[in-house]
């Protein structure tokens, strides 16, 4: 078992392998984002051991469903690399505006094609991706000192941006408007990022600031 | 339909009627029972049929009422539907025209953010390339820099080599200089030495001219003028070389001044060679008037006579004569000294001379020796290098040799020797242009070494300059580089922006699409919202509807005051109103909504239905609930009473009424009803429920009275009176068993 594991330790991460853990970096993101920023009730999250500190996780039923379906899109997506993406957007239920924009940008570091000859890359080491994950979702958590306190009930929505070109399930997702937030009220605050030997992901929110 | 209808209403009376016949005829029909049983038996089953049949008419026809009525209801929703649904549509059609506008709107918008972006893109990919390039002119000036600099120190180092060795060579000359000086300073001293030795012969000859004039030595007197004159002759020579030898210290020293000087003094003194020669002829003029002092001295002593010729002038005379011989020898011993000088001055400047000639002609030859001798190196290097050659090729031929043995090579090594000895013959006529070249050089006046090393002064300034503006280009460049660096900031600045224009979601790349799923909370969200709306929309609208209605029939009660309410209600109502008659007459619920048509708007009723349902699903989700509940809590009991059993022997049952069925489990017959005591009545009550015993079983022990007065009259303790009962019953249970084991 233990020289398996090894080998695998050695080995540099693929295309399957960095789809996975981005795919959970969203998830565990997503929550964090929902939890911190008030959308859902506290009530409805309970505490779970990720990335070696504590992350929130939804229990809300409809909303574990949703994410889940989105988490298993974008994979696949991520994997042809059609996404490029993913924005979770934060929109006041009375006014239907929309407050804030957590935008991850996905760049791919290595073309897919390539993946078979990039073996002798150089390799990251999964504790260091998983220390720089830990310390964007501890800048999501932080954001709360400086962004605008939310005081009205709000409901959230995630787009994805993906290329003409993706395959797009035909009855699930659809074209949707990119809830802008005005430039004249916008602020923006780019986070820090992480990076497999596949994917790259660039954090950063966008916020209506109306001072 | 209402032909249909009419005849509803018979059967229904007609039952009616029956049911009261039936019920009044009952007591005669009992009557005729006791009378004759069998015929009234038939009868009663006949009409008992009959009614049977005339119950299921009327209820078929009523079910057919209803249907029909429903089928109704179901039209006018369906035709209803039918118009939501055109305005739906038209409202949808409108929806997608604003849509399409939008889309066509944001289409445009995102053609120009593309254009836009593209612009910065190529603007920011152009730049960047002048950059590199510029990065790359930049570092090539640098390598040059680097190279020129490198290469100026190094010609710097040979000039500053080449200048200490000029500055050696000048002070080898300027110590050579010196001691021309000396030498120079040493003559003049030897000619002021002989000015002053002349001057003092010239006066001690004059001297004697005055003092011998009288003694007439003339030839002598003459023949010391004339070697005067060549003495002075002498000296002009002297003087003469001296000058020329000045003219050539001078055409060799051009530039120094002193020499100059000392060949300006030296001019001054062949002035006073002039005045010595002025006074030359001063002396012979004198001679000469001594001479004709003589003469007349002459004819004096021709015309006197020996014999008057006193005898103290013949002594003064003889005494000058031997006076004048005296100084005569005098006179030659100085000239002979003076000679002597002359001679050794002569000898000394040819010495002189000499030894300038072989310091030069030696300086030349070890110049000559040391090219020479390095030439020699140089061929004797040559040499070497072609003895190695040929050492080698000799060893390449010993291998060759070894290897293919011997034959036709000896033919190849004549050739090879062949071609070695013209090559060799080629290098030397190629040594010997060298050579002569080099001499050639060598024979070079060494005014060219200062044309070259000006030449190579230029060459430094040259150089100089060239650096300078090298340093000049690469102030620039880097300048240049900082603006490019400035430019390149302000590009990721504005790079930066973008990205926030494309995170705030202003701003959708070219060949993407922003996707979200169908069933999103925020969709969710609106659609319940939007349905919430439209329901309190349709709830208005039917309520407004009412409302005008209810208007309109006031106003025409406002007019026909005098009707009725009956014709009020009949005025209220719709088109329905022959059917709502009907429905009044018949009971069932499509008549409550029919009345609840009337009463509130569709709209509204559908609301609460819908309300109602939810809480319909509700109360039946809670009652689930509560009967799993319930089911648990039974399970849990049953676990409980087993234990209880278990432990203590008894089995409990628990009346709804709060009482206790306590049984023993070792005599069914021993059982007791325990009921809880009303709080007042406990004596000692301490909070926990007591019990009492109000009934007891027929079976138990035979001691069962006194345990009951015991324990429980006098102790007043049910768990010791059912522990002593339990202990009876076992030991009774006990006895039996063991004698069905006998038996």
């Known amino acids: ?86 924005v979770v957007a934060i929109i006041s239920k009375d006014s239907r505006t929309p407050l804030e924009r957590w935008a991850f940008d996905i760049n791919l570091v290595e073309q897919p094609s390539q993946g078979t000859g990039g073996q002798a890359q150089s390799n990251k080491p999964e504790a260091e991706i998983q220390a720089e994950i830990r310390s964007i979702l501890k800048q999501i958590v932080s954001t709360v000192t400086f962004l605008p306190i939310i005081d009205e009930p709000t409901v959230f929505n995630i787009l994805v941006y993906t290329h003409e070109s993706a395959d797009v399930p035909a009855n699930e997702w659809v074209d949707t408007d990119p809830l802008a937030i005005e430039a004249s009220k916008s602020q923006q605050v780019k986070l820090r990022s992480f990076s497999t030997d596949v994917h790259r992901i660039e954090a950063m929110v966008s916020y209506r600031y109306e001072g | ?120 893109e190529q603007d920011i990919r152009s730049l960047r390339s002048s950059l590199s390039t510029l990065q790359e002119e930049c570092a090539d000036l640098q390598d040059k820099y680097d190279a020129l600099s490198h290469s ?59 003092r011998e004039a009288e003694e007439a030595s003339w030839s002598v007197l003459r023949a010391e003028l004339a070697r005067q004159a060549e003495h002075t002759r002498h000296l002009e020579a002297a003087h003469s070389r001296a000058t020329a030898e000045l003219s050539t210290l001078r055409e060799r020293h051009t530039a120094i001044e002193v020499l100059r000087e000392e060949n300006r003094a030296l001019e001054r003194r062949a002035a006073a060679a002039d005045e010595l020669r002025e006074t030359v002829v001063r002396l012979e003029a004198e001679a000469e008037a001594a001479r004709a002092e003589r003469e007349a001295w002459a004819r004096n002593s021709v015309l006197d006579t020996p ?56 300086l030349h030859a070890n110049r000559a020796a040391e090219n020479r001798a390095t030439r020699a190196e140089r061929v004797a290097a040559l040499a070497e290098r072609e003895v190695r050659f040929l050492q080698a090729l000799n060893a390449s031929y010993v291998s060759e040799e070894a290897t293919q043995g011997s034959g036709d090579i000896d033919e190849a090594k004549e050739q090879h020797s062949k071609d070695l000895e013209v090559l060799v013959s080629e290098y030397k006529a190629h040594i010997y242009a060298l050579e002569t070249e080099i001499q050639e050089l060598a024979k070079r006046p060494a005014l060219e070494h200062s044309s070259g090393l000006q030449a190579l002064r230029d060459e430094l300034a040259n150089e100089k300059n060239a650096l300078q503006e090298a340093q000049r280009a690469l102030d620039e460049k880097v300048e240049a580089a900082e603006q490019d660096r400035d430019k390149i900031e302000q590009l990721e600045q504005t790079l930066f922006e973008l990205r926030g224009e494309i995170g705030a979601g202003r701003h959708v790349p070219p060949g993407v699409r922003v996707l979200s799923l169908v069933a999103n909370p925020a969709q969710d969200w609106a659609d319940l919202r939007q349905a919430a709306l439209d329901r309190l929309k349709e709830e208005n609208a039917a309520l407004l509807q009412r409302l005008s209605v209810l208007e309109a029939s006031s106003i025409r009660g406002g007019r026909a005051s005098t009707s009725t309410p009956a014709d009020v209600s009949t005025a209220t109502a719709t088109d329905t109103d022959t059917d709502t008659n009907v429905r009044d007459a018949t009971t069932g619920p499509s008549s409550m909504t029919a009345a609840a048509e009337e009463l509130v708007p569709r709209a509204s009723w559908t609301a609460v239905c819908q309300e109602k349902a939810q809480l319909e699903e509700e109360l039946r989700q809670k009652e689930k609930r509560m009967l799993r509940l319930r089911q648990v809590f039974a399970a849990k009991t049953a676990e409980f009473r087993e234990a209880l059993s278990a432990i203590l022997g008894v089995k409990l049952a628990f009346y709804d009424n709060g009482q206790v069925r306590v049984t023993s489990q070792y005599d069914l017959g021993a059982a007791f009803v325990f009921q809880p005591a009303p709080r007042s009545a406990g004596s000692g009550g301490g909070g926990a429920a007591r019990m009492q015993l109000v009934a007891q079983g027929e079976g138990g022990p035979q001691e069962l009275p006194q345990l009951m007065r015991n324990w429980v009259e006098m102790e007043q303790s049910i768990p010791c009176f059912l522990a002593s009962v339990t202990l009876e019953c076992y030991d009774k249970w006990k006895r039996e068993q063991e004698m069905s084991v006998r038996e």
Do not use: C
């Open chain 1, 1 to 86: 078992m233990a020289p398996t594991k090894q080998a695998a330790l050695r080995q540099s991460i693929t295309l399957k392998g960095s789809t996975d853990l981005v795919t959970e970096f969203f998830k565990y993101a997503v929550n964090t984002i929902l939890f911190q920023r008030g959308v859902y009730p506290a009530d409805d999250f309970h505490m779970v051991k990720k990335y070696g500190q504590t992350v929130l996780i939804t229990q809300d039923l409809a909303l574990e469903n949703y994410l889940e379906k989105i988490l298993i899109q974008i994979s696949t997506w991520l994997l042809t690399g059609a996404v490029t993406q993913l």
């Open chain 2, 1 to 120: 339909m209402s032909s249909r209808k009419a005849p509803l209403p018979k059967p229904q009376a007609s039952a009616s009627r029956l049911r009261t016949t039936t019920t009044t005829k009952r007591d005669s029909l009992a009557a005729e029972l006791e009378r004759d049983p069998q015929l009234s038996t038939a009868k009663r089953q006949q009409r008992a049929h009959a009614l049977n049949t005339t119950l299921s008419q009327a209820a078929l026809e009523r079910k057919l009422a209803s249907a029909e009525t429903t089928r109704l209801q179901l039209e006018t929703r369906l035709r209803e539907r039918d118009t939501t649904i055109e305005r739906l549509e038209a409202d949808r059609r409108w929806l997608s025209e604003r849509e399409q506008e939008e889309r066509e709107e944001k289409v445009r918008i995102s053609k120009e953010r593309e254009e836009e972006k593209a612009k910065a």
């Open chain 2, 152 to 210: 100026t120190s190094q010609r710097l180092a040979a000039q500053f080599a080449e200048l200490a060795s000029r500055e050696s060579q000048v002070e080898s000359l300027s110590a050579e200089l010196r001691e021309a000086h000396e030498a120079a300073t040493s003559h003049s001293a030897e000619v002021l030495r002989l000015q002053t030795s002349l001057d003092a012969h010239a006066a001690a000859q004059t001297d004697l001219a005055r």
């Open chain 2, 307 to 362: 014999a008057t010729t006193p005898v103290s002038i013949t002594q003064s005379l003889s005494v000058l004569r031997l006076e004048h011989a005296h100084l005569l020898e005098e006179h030659g011993a100085d000239r002979a000294a003076l000679r002597e000088r002359e001679a050794e001055l002569a000898d000394a400047q040819a010495h002189e001379a000499d030894a300038r000639a072989t310091a030069d002609v030696l």
